[in-house]
């Protein structure tokens, strides 16, 4: 069974050393440090004011409905780029996965002529 005196003692790696009381003093000033300069901090925050409402340059912050970036917005010139292609594939597509997985297998028996090909 471990003690306490085997607990504290100071173990030197050949690199440095640890001893849990010297990390615990240090730990206990640097949360007094954070705590005294927490304390210069602005007395006249205001938790339910403008003062908590996100930085939009000057824009109004809506609904966060209305706020969302959707995914086709953030895709939209990739999928307009490639709008010839997503038309073939839309028109492939059926939302069967039976008609996936035979694609999938098609497709692996093409990769696996060409490689034995090569």
């Keep these: 069974m471990l003690s306490l005196e085997s607990l504290l003692e100071t173990?030197?790696?050949?690199?440095?050393?640890?001893?849990p009381?010297?990390?615990v003093v240090a730990t206990a000033i640097i949360f007094l440090l954070i705590y005294i300069l927490r304390g210069f901090g602005k007395k006249d925050y205001k938790k339910e004011t403008g003062q908590t409402q996100a930085f939009l340059s000057g824009n109004p912050e809506y609904e966060k409905e209305l706020m969302h970036v959707k995914s086709s917005?953030?895709?939209?010139?990739?999928?307009?780029?490639?709008?010839?292609?997503y038309d073939v594939l839309k028109k492939?597509?059926?939302g069967n996965a039976s008609d996936y997985v035979l694609w999938f297998l098609i497709i692996m028996a093409v990769v696996f002529i060409f490689m034995g090909l090569i």
Excluded: I, Q
Aim: proline fraction near 0%; charged fraction near 10%; charge should be positive.
């Design 73 to 85: 917005n953030v895709y939209w010139g990739f999928t307009e780029t490639l709008k010839s292609v």
């Design 92 to 94: 492939m597509h059926n």
């Design 21 to 23: 009381v010297v990390w």
């Design 11 to 19: 173990l030197k790696t050949g690199n440095g050393f640890w001893n």
